[in-house]
């Protein structure tokens, strides 16, 4: 019913930048927020930012400064621009999507297949 794809993510050395996009479709009605969690290895998820349908943001302390999260409400696209980033940033980053699908009342998350980011030092 419902399908977040992203793309984006690789490899890049310490200091480098990243974007990583993730669009969804299939019979959604409405999304309130659209945001990037990551997990690394050994590791729980983790927030990394979130963004509502009126732009308000909310970013992880670790990230702030760094990363920029948008969204395209018109096309159900979140991006995350990521700058300067570190060794601790590897992780697998997965979107994340609050929606109500067309016909079916209630909202709930819908999560991506996630993608790697790896930052050499």
């Known amino acids: 019913q419902v399908q977040l794809v992203e793309s984006g993510g690789g490899l890049v050395q310490a200091g480098g930048s990243l974007g990583l996009s993730c669009a969804a479709s299939?019979?959604?009605?409405?999304?309130?927020?659209m945001g990037w969690y990551r997990q690394a290895p050994g590791k729980q998820r983790e927030l990394v930012a979130a963004?509502?349908?009126?732009?308000?943001?909310n970013y992880a302390d670790s990230v702030k400064g760094r990363f920029t999260i948008s969204r395209n409400n018109a096309n159900n696209t979140v991006y995350l621009q990521m700058n300067s980033l570190k060794a601790e940033d590897t992780a697998i980053y997965f979107c994340?999507?609050?929606?109500?699908?067309?016909?079916?009342?209630?909202?709930?998350?819908?999560w991506g297949q996630g993608t790697q980011v790896t930052v050499s030092s």
């Open positions: 994340n999507a609050n929606l109500q699908l067309i016909f079916v009342s209630g909202q709930r998350d819908y």
């Open positions: 299939g019979s959604i009605f409405s999304i309130s927020t």
């Open positions: 963004i509502t349908s009126g732009g308000r943001t």
